[in-house]
């Protein structure tokens, strides 16, 4: 089991940056691939970036590639997501995941992620 809390949400202009984190606590946090994902208003959750247990594998959604950057601290037990350039369809509920034993196909699927966070909003003004 591990437990995952975000912060860093909050309103921000367009062109700006947040800083998410997510925390985890519980079991061996190096041995989860970490992700973030999105959901906005009447949209499905969405992919937006992922990393695998040790780094070695990241991924990106297109749309954010060249703004968004993920990291993770093994040692402090936190992933964050470092957000530049915001945009308004940036604007959504972003939610950190956490999954053990995932093939490296499966880091950028939902459904493979068996620990999720409560979410932290997101919103880019124009």
């Known amino acids: 089991q591990v437990q995952l809390v975000e912060s860093g949400g909050g309103l921000v202009q367009a062109g700006g940056s947040l800083r998410l984190s997510c925390a985890a606590s519980?079991?061996?946090?190096?041995?989860?691939?970490m992700a973030w994902f999105r959901q906005a208003p009447g949209k499905d959750r969405e992919f937006v970036a992922s990393?695998?247990?040790?780094?070695?594998?990241?991924y990106y959604t297109d749309s954010v590639k060249g703004r968004f950057t993920i990291s993770r601290d093994n040692a402090k037990s936190v992933v964050y997501l470092q957000m530049h350039s915001l945009k308004t369809e940036d604007t959504a509920v972003y939610y950190c995941?956490?999954?053990?034993?995932?093939?490296?196909?499966?880091?950028?699927?939902?459904?493979?992620?068996?620990?999720w966070g409560q979410g932290t909003q997101v919103t880019v003004s124009s």
């Open positions: 995941a956490a999954g053990d034993r995932l093939t490296i196909l499966q880091l950028t699927t939902a459904s493979a992620y068996g620990y």
């Open positions: 519980g079991r061996t946090f190096s041995a989860y691939a």
């Open positions: 990393m695998s247990r040790q780094s070695r594998y990241i």
